[in-house]
């Protein structure tokens, strides 16, 4: 079967798949070792670029973000993938007949992946940039480990930020206190944190303490709260510009986009995988259903 070249516009491929993350990337290793005509859009970004180490991926003891972005980059060559440096900016078609907006050209595909995830949103703290990933984590699941023994500093906006001191109380570390950022927590809130052991602080954070090490936070009016480490406040905006003008299915929310479990949204023929659809995001989480919407795309191209 010849292979997807893809600066070719005119060949009607088997899938294209747009983002370069453990989704599209797992997804990609699968369709090409099953020789199909495959192409992958990819721009720098994503959520994974910025784990400086990942340690609950099975059979890597620890990876940073690049270096399992790289070397999977390279294991989707070998198999004969076509990769595009290019920002997808528009989907329009349907099963079987996809077209695909991306540097200026239209690409033709039978069956198409979304895998391109999403970027954080960072709180505005000055330093913010030196820690992230180090010791200021915005991802219980991907970094509480990371805080265990430590003296932990939980900062946010909401009573969730109380939800999450006593969750890291419970699992990681018992000296933890919680900075009520810009707001004053409900007198229940207030007697759950006593209950617990926990310390609150009301006030504005400005500014990361600390060299190489996180020392501690300066608030607006100048006292410095220690700590080690920082679960703090963020968000995600989703990379899905060019899905707009589809019909699909979000979550409850109206947030993430709703699929089956196979990964199949509410178009049919358009896989929608990884930290744009609804439920945990992980890099495993986003790897495992990369190959079941590879594996489901397979056995509708050869009709098993
Ligand atoms: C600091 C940090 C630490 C983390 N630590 C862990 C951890 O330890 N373990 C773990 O499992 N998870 C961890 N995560 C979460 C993990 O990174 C995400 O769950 C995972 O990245 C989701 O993968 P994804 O496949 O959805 O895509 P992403 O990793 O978000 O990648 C999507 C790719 O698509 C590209 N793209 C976007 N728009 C377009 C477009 N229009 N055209 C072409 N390409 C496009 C992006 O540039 C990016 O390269 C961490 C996240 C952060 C931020």
Known sequence: MERANGTDSETLLDCIVIGAGPGGLQACIH?????????????PGGRTSYAKHLENYLGIPVVSGPVLLETGLSQV??????IEKAKVERITGREGAFEVLAGGKTYRSRYVIAASGANESLAPFKNLHRFFGHSYYTCMICDGYRTTGKKLLVIDRTANGV??????????TKDVTFLAHGFSPAPV??????DEGIGLIEGRP???LG????????????????????????GITLNDEYLEGLDLERDAEGFKIATKSNG?????????LGALRHGHSQAIISAGQGAEAAIEISTRIVEL
């Not at 060559?77 to 076509?82: E, I, L, R, W």
């Not at 060299?211 to 406040?233: A, H, M, Q, T």
Request: aromatic content about 12%.
């Open 264 to 272: 199949e949204s509410s178009i049919p023929g358009l896989f929608v």
């Open 211 to 234: 060299e190489k090490n996180l020392e501690g936070v300066r608030l607006s009016d100048g006292r410095i709260i220690p700590c080690e480490v920082i679960l703090g406040w963020g």
């Open 189 to 194: 809130y207030k007697t759950l944190l006593e």
């Open 206 to 208: 400005e500014e990361l």
């Open 77 to 82: 060559k070998s198999f004969g993938v076509a």
């Open 163 to 172: 939800r999450m001191s006593v969750a890291m109380k419970q699992m990681y």
């Open 31 to 43: 369709l090409g070792r099953y020789n199909f005509r495959v192409l992958l859009f990819h721009i």
